[in-house]
T-cell receptor, first 112, second 116 residues
Framework: AQSVTQLDSHVSVSEGTPVLLRCNYS??????LFWYVQHPNKGLQLLLK??????LVKGINGFEAEFKKSETSFHLTKPSAHMSDAAEYFC??????????FGQGTILTVHP | EAGVAQSPRYKIIEKRQSVAFWCNPI?????LYWYQQILGQGPKLLIQ????????DSQLPKDRFSAERLKGVDSTLKIQPAKLEDSAVYLC??????????????FGEGSRLTVL
C-alpha cells in the first residue's frame, strides 16, 4: 500500500521568509505525488504534481517541490512566504485507478 | 466553467437522525468521489463512482452510509442513523476520468456535518 507522512502538523513563518513543508512517502514502485492546498472555507486545489518526469516540479503561486527517491521525500518549498499562503497543505499519493491518499495535513501560518 | 456544487454547506443533527448531501460535479466529468474529512485529519475516500458504477467503496461504512449516482451525473450521500463520530466535512470531487494519471481532482467546498 502507498502512503504519505507529513512531518509537521503546523509550520509558522514570517512574511518574506522561506517556506518548507515536509512530506515522506512509502511506495513499492515509483509513485505519483501531489500537493493540494485548502484555504479556509474553500475547496481543495491542486498546487503541483510529480508524475515521473522532471524531479523538480513547479506549481502555482511560486511553490515548487522536489522528488528525491533516495530520501523518499517530496518536500514543498517557496522562497518567500506571502500572507495569502496561509492555508492547510496536503501531500497526496496517487494509488490506483484515480484514488488519491492524503496525508494528515500541515497548517501554514504566516506572520506579518 | 462552473465548479463542483455541494449542498447543504452546513448541517446540524442529533445522533440517530438521518442526513443527505448532494453533489453536482463539473459537466462532463465521469468520475465522482466522496471524501470524509474529520477535523485534524486528511480527507479519506468513502466512495468513487465511474459514471454511475461504483469503482471503490471499500471504506464506506455500509451499515449506515449509502451513496448513489443514478444517472451518472449528480450524486447523493446519505447517513442513517448518524453517530457522533460522523461529524466531519464531506467533500465531493470530480475528475475527467479515473485511471488517467493526472491526479487532478476538482473539489467542492464541502458539507460540514455536526452530530450532537
Amino acid at each position: 500500500a502507498q502512503s504519505v507522512t507529513q512531518l509537521d502538523s503546523h509550520v509558522s513563518v514570517s512574511e518574506g521568509t522561506p517556506v518548507l513543508l515536509r512530506c515522506n512517502y512509502s511506495s513499492s514502485y515509483s509513485p505519483s505525488l501531489f500537493w493540494y492546498v485548502q484555504h479556509p472555507n474553500k475547496g481543495l486545489q491542486l498546487l503541483l504534481k510529480y508524475t515521473s518526469a522532471a524531479t523538480l516540479v513547479k506549481g502555482i503561486n511560486g511553490f515548487e517541490a522536489e522528488f528525491k527517491k533516495s530520501e523518499t521525500s517530496f518536500h514543498l518549498t517557496k522562497p518567500s512566504a506571502h500572507m495569502s499562503d496561509a492555508a492547510e497543505y496536503f501531500c497526496v499519493v496517487y494509488s490506483s485507478y484515480g484514488k488519491l491518499t492524503f496525508g494528515q495535513g500541515t497548517i501554514l501560518t504566516v506572520h506579518p | 466553467e462552473a465548479g463542483v456544487a455541494q449542498s447543504p454547506r452546513y448541517k446540524i443533527i442529533e445522533k440517530r437522525q438521518s442526513v443527505a448531501f448532494w453533489c453536482n460535479p463539473i459537466s462532463g466529468h465521469a468520475t465522482l468521489y466522496w471524501y470524509q474529512q474529520i477535523l485534524g485529519q486528511g480527507p479519506k475516500l468513502l466512495i468513487q463512482f465511474q459514471n454511475n458504477g461504483v469503482v471503490d467503496d471499500s471504506q464506506l461504512p455500509k451499515d449506515r452510509f449509502s451513496a448513489e449516482r443514478l444517472k451518472g451525473v449528480d450524486s447523493t450521500l446519505k447517513i442513517q442513523p448518524a453517530k457522533l463520530e460522523d461529524s466531519a466535512v464531506y467533500l465531493c470531487a470530480s475528475s475527467v476520468i479515473a485511471g488517467v494519471n493526472t491526479g487532478e481532482l476538482f473539489f467542492g467546498e464541502g458539507s460540514r456535518l455536526t452530530v450532537l
